[in-house]
């Protein structure tokens, strides 16, 4: 398929390595910090390497506390973008309505507007109405994003799939429901997986929104970020974010390759 | 009407008015029991819409629809003993063949050993023994359809819906599918309404068939009828060609202005002097084009009185360098008047 007139020269090359480097040397810093031994300062290159933090990281039961946090957080506001996407996207895709545009757009504008006026907005309006800052209102804030990841997965799918087949079905006596769960859900499969994670992912790692919306519970990006102002024991900041990477980037290559994997069907 | 049995769809001063546009406008239709029925029309012209409300997809602006006497409008599709063959086939992509064609009895609760034996009956039906196992993205478009049709003929409905199924298919295998879909409903014996814009297939397959333009029914009849005695203008164009002769002309070759059509190949090429019999039109003028067909040759005919006529002859001797040489030449057509169809202006 790559005839040697198509090799990018040599020139081209050079500049993607640079830019990978740019992007991700900063990653790979953190991971090389969670095993120094100097705890105090970043020394270049580190004085020697140790496994000692991740034992220290494990026994911190305030780490333990955010890392709870941000899990359920994130679990529970998963669930409801794929409740709320799929709804969404099934409504707009399925029928047309007065201002159809407009509901999708209002949809998608969270993940495009800055998460500091999301968080701002939120703040002021849970003041207005007297909600008091919690659990819940972390997951108010997370599911704000995380519904957008869903319903733009479940619309680009629902865009390929023919519309007939739910006609189909419905004439072979099929009732809605059925129709849903026999031919909708299998053929959205993939794509609410896919959504999920995504959403699981950026809300594991939020910290703008969540500063805004949560109280006095601390999420683990916001445990870090208060870490960082700390000296003491600073390579357990890095361990932790070698977790935060792990968890949320192993997701995100998943749903990449799900979404691949249906488009070369 | 009495001696009539129920028909198996009875359309009843149907409308569809999507906003302005009349998609189909007072609709009136029976069709019978055991009927290879055939709505033919352009796109757009409310066929594939009528389809659609027998089907419960679309529901009526006003009137009836009856199915064997029982009003449907209203009715979910799943509420309906019809089953639709879709145009894109609709397979379930993420189900084997097996699996798409019991759909249906999997929804109605057949047991799995039940099912399995009547969807390899139906298998066999549509000439697909053995597939059970495949995905339909492993099949071709042909096989798609035959799989789209025991998927719908499964449940054994009182009438299946057929919108354009071999439109995506290409030519030989579309005639030979024609065939073929004509041989199963001989014999599962139920009503099939097809619907479709090619006006040869209406004409090949179907027992009647209906007419549609712009949401209204031109004529309805047998297709010998439809091509024979079209009444309307429309008709007349739209089903095979026709040449369409009025006003001067019309006075000129009947001595009457009203409207006709005659069938190209009804008209006789002749030499100019030859003796013309009686009941016969005639007129002369010059051949201005030659389109050679294989089988036919097309010859647009200039008149000597204004408008030209398309006559075609059959290859019965000629070959294409003497049917090509025919150009220019002053001719004499001929054609007995009998073969003259007066239309209305309707449509």
Known sequence: ?265 | MSDQPVPAIRFSGVSRHFGEVKAVDDLNLDIYDGEFFTLLGPSGSGKTTSLRMVAGFDQPTSGSIQLFGNEVAGLPPYERDVATVFQDYALFPHMTVGENVGYGLMIRKVSKPERQQQVEAMLNLVRLPDMAGRKPSQLSGGQRQRVALARALITHPRVLLLDEPLGALDLKLRQQMQIELKAIQQQVGITFIYVTHDQEEALTMSDRLAVFNLGRVEQVGTPADIYEHPTTEFVAGFVGTSNLIRGQLAQAIVGSPEPFSVRPEKIHIQQIGDPIDAGHCSATGRIDEVAYLGMLTRYIVALDGGGELTVVEQNLESTSMEVMAARNKPVLLVWSRDHNRVLSEKG
């Open chain 1, 1 to 265: 398929m790559h005839s040697e007139s198509q090799r990018a020269p040599w020139l081209l090359k050079l500049a993607t390595a640079a830019v990978i480097v740019f992007l991700h040397f900063p990653a790979v810093i953190i991971i090389l910090y969670a095993f120094t031994t100097d705890d105090r300062t970043f020394t270049f290159p580190p004085p020697g390497l140790t496994l000692q933090w991740f034992g220290v990281a494990l026994q911190r039961s305030d780490m333990w506390e955010a890392f709870g946090l941000s899990l359920r957080v994130a679990v529970i506001a998963t669930g409801a973008a794929l409740i709320l996407g799929t709804l969404a996207a099934s409504a707009v895709h399925r029928s047309k309505f007065f201002g159809r545009e407009a509901i999708s757009f209002l949809v998608i504008l969270p993940i495009a507007l800055p998460g500091i006026v999301t968080g701002i907005a939120l703040r002021s309006a849970m003041s207005l109405g007297n909600i008091p800052f919690s659990f819940l209102t972390i997951i108010i804030g997370h599911a704000t994003f995380c519904v957008v990841t869903v319903y733009n997965n479940v619309i680009a799918r629902y865009r390929r799939t023919g519309k007939s087949q739910v006609e189909a079905s419905m004439d072979l006596g099929a009732t809605s429901f059925q129709t849903f769960r026999f031919v909708v859900l299998p053929n959205i499969a993939t794509a609410l997986l896919a959504g999920g994670m995504l959403a699981f992912a950026l809300s594991f790692d939020e910290v703008i929104v969540t500063t805004f919306t949560a109280g006095q519970q601390m999420t683990l990006p916001i445990w870090i970020f208060s870490q960082l102002t700390r000296p003491r024991q600073r390579p357990v900041t890095n361990v932790v974010a070698v977790f935060v990477l792990l968890i949320t980037f192993i997701p995100i290559i998943i749903a990449h390759r799900l979404t691949q994997d249906t488009s070369a069907e």
